[in-house]
């Protein structure tokens, strides 16, 4: 039992650093967004990427379902585009020997990788029912419930420059998603690189490294990292401090905060750190694996209010005010 | 969990507990051993001021320390890091990524993880040094040190000078052992005339020509300040003597004319005399002078007058190599010896091995037999 707990967490490092290798083939530079998302992927959540057009977003997803031989499907989000075609809906079917009858015909939801793109650009309606098969893994369409097998992730992106025709998530559904991984512009050297690689009579292609079971039975080992007491609780004064109306919270958060993160903020840090202490080789952990998740876990989760959006105040910032006030621990 | 990994860990980590409790020790201790330096201090000065180290000052000063050292331990005991805090300190200054507090908590648990928990944590644990966990002063305790040492050094040395003024007893002639001093002392006293102590004390005293440099009289006889020791001793004695200082300053007054000629023959040497002699014939004229002020002019007259009987002027006595060169053997042994025996007594006396109402007897005895008589 031993050697095999060992073996998993030691194939979890390998597939991880693997799986980043690859996509970095793809996908250049910012390798702290590509472990981002793998670390999305691995702790069974869901994604919300944001960056300006052009960035590599829709690739970066592409990429990692390529390389873990997942079924993926891509919604492209549209104000007309409704719920049922998201989750699927019943259509008549006409045979020989039953005649009419409704059979269910799903949706592109119903897969491994889900990207949906420019979430934003989509009604409330179908943005709830996106958001209702991340929370709940299953889809119910006339009173039929059908489950989505894992592994399961929707990676969601959205341009935070273009706002005209949009619909800006509620602070509710932005609550379901477990990071927010923020892509930004690549520098010079990663742009003559990205040139090199997009210009040239071959285009990198990501090679499939291993298949759905692997990708399922690597879930498992996270899940047994243990926290001790102390580190869980600097977890909680974390996220205690985001809140304005509490004793510890640093000024900038009572000036600039409407609302703190939600207890599955502090979910998505403990998850995500005990992925990071894994890869770290160890089966505990620590206080710098949590800062290390803290802010892809809480930045999309903190409510800002009118005074910060005026006088320019990112939840990033805040963020760091927040671990400045909780400290080393 | 196996016992034995829980042992382990809990073995390598008291390792640490051990050490952190000793760094607060001499943390605590640094601030408490500063205040008991102080303590030390105020006693010093109160020696200085009181001439003589007493009992009390020696039990105070040891008390302080003990009180210190008894105060810090109870100080590091008490603020010591309970063992999850040791754990916790462990992983942050040894950057163990919160290897032990982890194991603490899993320590009794029982499924595979933990115990690979336990094992990682004793591996990285008992590779950690417990000298890895310094001593470190506050900065109260580092400042409030240094005061109390400079204060210490400054307390110290002049009471180290004021002691240095009492003949050690190394530095007596051959003649030193108790039986011979005191036979070598007392020899003179026999063969001496009979002129009373006092009287003579009073003459010497009330020289007008003895009035400067005191100090060169005693460094002639012992290189040591005679006069004042005596004195000392004598003050210490206490006030009885007082009345034999006004009755000496009176004899001294009446018996002048006899030795204001010797006082005046050679008026260069008087000058070099007794200086406190000088202070006390102001004392005694006045009738008023204490009997440390009277003995010690007694002592460095008599010296100073035994020279002149003995052939030897003043002069030489008090001054430099040429003139020393012919003093009588006899006279400057009996002086050693009589500045040694001296010696010996102030230091019983300051230890208090004499009781307080011997002293008077002590100073008369040795007034009776100082050099000269």
């Not at chain 1, 090199?196 to 498992?220: I, K, M, N, W, Y």
């Not at chain 1, 998505?268 to 202490?277: D, I, N, P, Y």
Request: hydrophobic letters at 40%.
């Amino acid at each position: 039992v031993t050697d095999h707990t060992i073996a998993q967490a030691a194939l979890f490092r390998d597939c991880f650093t693997q799986l980043r290798t690859e996509i970095a083939r793809v996908f250049v530079g910012q390798p702290s967004v590509v472990e981002q998302l793998l670390l999305c992927f691995f702790c069974q959540g869901h994604g919300l990427i944001e960056g300006a057009p052009g960035l590599g977003k829709t690739l970066l997803v592409r990429s990692l379902s390529e390389a873990l031989t997942l079924r993926f499907s891509r919604v492209q989000c549209t104000p007309d585009l409704m719920p049922a075609d998201v989750t699927g809906t019943n259509i008549i079917v006409d045979s020989a020997e039953n005649g009419h009858r409704f059979q269910f015909a799903p949706g592109p939801i119903f897969a491994n990788i889900v990207l949906a793109d420019e979430i934003n650009r989509a009604t409330p309606r179908t943005q709830s029912a996106f958001l209702e098969v991340m929370q709940e893994r299953h889809v119910t369409v006339f009173g039929t419930t059908y489950p989505i097998a894992p592994p399961f992730s929707v990676f969601a992106t959205q341009n935070p420059i273009e706002m005209e025709g949009t619909y800006p998530l509620p602070e509710a559904q932005l609550d379901r998603f477990f990071f927010k991984i923020a892509v930004a512009v690549p520098g010079i050297e990663d742009l003559a690189d990205i040139m090199t690689r997009t210009t040239g009579d071959e285009e990198p292609h990501v090679t499939a490294l291993f298949g759905a079971d692997v990708a399922q039975s690597l879930l498992v080992v996270i899940r047994q990292v243990k926290i001790a007491d102390p580190v869980l609780r600097y977890a909680l004064r974390i996220l205690h401090a985001t809140h304005p109306h509490v004793k510890d919270a640093p000024e900038r958060i009572r000036t600039y905060v409407r609302y703190g993160a939600s207890p599955r903020g502090a979910q998505a840090m403990v998850l995500a750190a005990k992925a990071v202490a894994l890869l770290a080789g160890r089966f505990h952990v620590s206080i710098e694996d949590l800062r290390q998740v803290v802010r892809p876990a809480l930045n999309h989760r903190i409510v800002r209010n009118f005074q910060a959006e005026i006088d320019q105040v990112s939840a990033e910032a805040l963020i760091g005010d927040v671990l400045e006030a909780v400290g080393e621990g | 969990m196996p016992a034995d990994g829980s042992t382990a860990f809990t073995t390598v980590l008291s390792r640490c507990h051990r050490r952190l409790r000793l760094v607060a020790f001499v943390r605590h201790g640094s601030i408490t051993g500063a205040i008991a330096l102080a303590i030390i201090d105020v006693v010093l000065l109160t020696v200085r001021h009181e001439g003589h180290v007493g009992n009390v000052a020696v039990a105070v000063s040891v008390a302080s320390i003990l009180l210190a050292v008894a105060a810090a331990y109870t100080l590091a005991v008490v603020s010591v890091p309970s063992v999850s805090a040791t754990a916790r300190i462990v992983d942050r200054e040894c950057g163990l990524h919160d290897r032990a507090t982890t194991a603490l908590q899993f320590l009794t648990a029982s499924d595979l993880v933990s115990r690979l928990i336990v094992a990682d944590a004793v591996y990285h644990v008992e590779r950690i040094p417990p000298s890895r966990f310094r001593f470190a002063m506050p900065a109260v305790g580092r400042w409030l040190g240094a005061v109390a040492v400079v204060a210490f050094i400054l307390a110290l040395t002049p009471l180290a000078r004021s002691t240095s003024r009492v003949p050690p007893l190394s530095n007596s002639s051959p003649t030193t052992s108790p039986g011979r001093a005191a036979e070598d002392v007392n020899r003179p006293t026999r063969r001496g005339a009979e002129p009373a102590v006092a009287a003579e004390t009073g003459r010497m005293a009330g020289d007008p020509g003895n009035r400067a440099h005191p100090a060169e009289v005693r460094s002639d006889v012992q290189g040591q300040p005679v006069g004042k020791v005596e004195g000392r001793l004598v003050d210490d004695a206490n006030k009885p003597t007082r009345e034999s200082g006004d009755t000496a300053g009176s004899r001294a007054t009446s018996s002048r004319p006899s030795g204001l000629p010797a006082g005046r023959s050679n008026p260069s040497s008087a000058e070099t005399g007794s200086s406190s002699g000088s202070q006390g014939s102001g004392d005694t004229a006045r009738g008023s002078g204490s009997a440390l002020s009277a003995s010690g002019r007694g002592a460095n007259g008599a010296v100073a007058e035994d020279s002149r009987h003995g052939g030897v002027g003043r002069s030489e006595l008090t001054s430099g190599p040429s003139r020393a060169a012919e003093p009588p053997a006899i006279a400057t042994r009996h002086t050693a010896a009589y500045a040694a025996a001296y010696g010996r007594a102030e230091s019983a006396t300051r230890r208090e091995t004499v009781p307080a109402n011997l002293r008077s007897y002590v100073r008369a005895y040795f007034l009776a037999i100082r050099p000269g008589q």
